[in-house]
């Protein structure tokens, strides 16, 4: 390994990683959690106030020998958020890499593997709530696995409803339209992702017809929660990013399975549907995916940038470490 790191800007990662390589790469390396291979560092928060919260992530890539950490504040909505990456041979520190395309690029992976491995193959429709700044990326990680046809957009506030429609029609060639009600947005689409930092349950299950696959990709903190307790009663399939983070941060998994150990062995791991896979059975009422953030996700993608920024020679030499003594006088 280089004895320098290297700090890899937001500028880098956007240029050398596209979103449908970003779902690539979880795919190759989330199966080796499911194989014993890679590890996730349980994920840590505090809350700094009602609704902003400080964050710690991390795993460790047996396999690449690489582990590492992401680390960021949310404040009103604002984060500067970096990973860094560690030699698992003598602990030196291999990168810094600004994380926060990277890691808009993660989560919609994320919402990517799940709709591939469990939308309906003939789904080309599309309602999503939140109009966020993960809302875009969720579409294209979408559109990425299931070409879309049509979008159906809602958000609260219309003026960022609008705004955000014009920004997909910009982006892509679909039709989108800006929907004036929840009900209007989520009704008969076959794939509906949720992505906001509601703090009361809004999705019903009742909304949703048969043969929809929901991405639950907001409430990311036990103070948030986006749908209510029924939807589980209609999903065929459960899959989730990371367990301890599903047990430990998620509203409506918590309420909903308790410590009921016989009830939580119906959700499966992303890890393990990916190395088994697990597809959307047939006759399938609803599936869920629900992410919470883990640090494999994010590891599998700064880690495919690090590789890539060694190769091409990209980001920015730090200076060597050199340990020093501390002053004890």
Known sequence: MPDSPIWITEADVTSMVSLPEAIDALERVLPL???GKARNMTKGH????????????????????????????????????????????????????EATALGQMRTAA???????????????????????????????????????????????????RNRFADNVRKEFNFEVIACESLEDTVTDAPIVTIVTNSTEPFLTADMLAK????????AIVPARIEFTDDVFGRADVIAVDNFTSIRNLSAEFMNHY?????????????SEVIRDNITRPEGADITLFKAMGMGLSDLSL?????KRARAE???????ERVKTPPRLQ
């Open 110 to 160: 994320m919402t990517g593997v799940g709709t591939k491995r469990l939308a309906s193959t003939d789904a080309d429709e599309m309602g999503i709530v939140g109009s966020g700044k993960q809302a875009l990326p969720q579409v294209a990680a979408c559109h990425a696995a299931r070409p879309l046809r049509k979008l159906r957009v809602f958000s609260r506030n219309p003026e960022n």
């Open 33 to 35: 959690e499911a194989d």
């Open 211 to 218: 043969g929809t696959h929901l991405n639950a990709m907001g």
């Open 258 to 270: 308790g410590e009921d150990e016989a009830r939580w062995a119906k959700v499966r791991s992303i």
């Open 46 to 97: 505090l809350m700094v106030a009602d609704n902003d919260a400080m964050h710690v992530l991390g795993a460790s890539v047996i396999g690449e020998g690489i582990c590492g950490f992401k680390n960021w504040i949310n404040l009103r909505g604002k984060s500067e958020t970096i990973v860094e990456l560690f030699s698992m041979e003598d602990g030196a520190n291999l990168a810094v890499i």
């Open 313 to 319: 020679n990209r980001g920015h030499k730090l200076p």
């Open 302 to 306: 700064a880690i495919e940038v690090y």
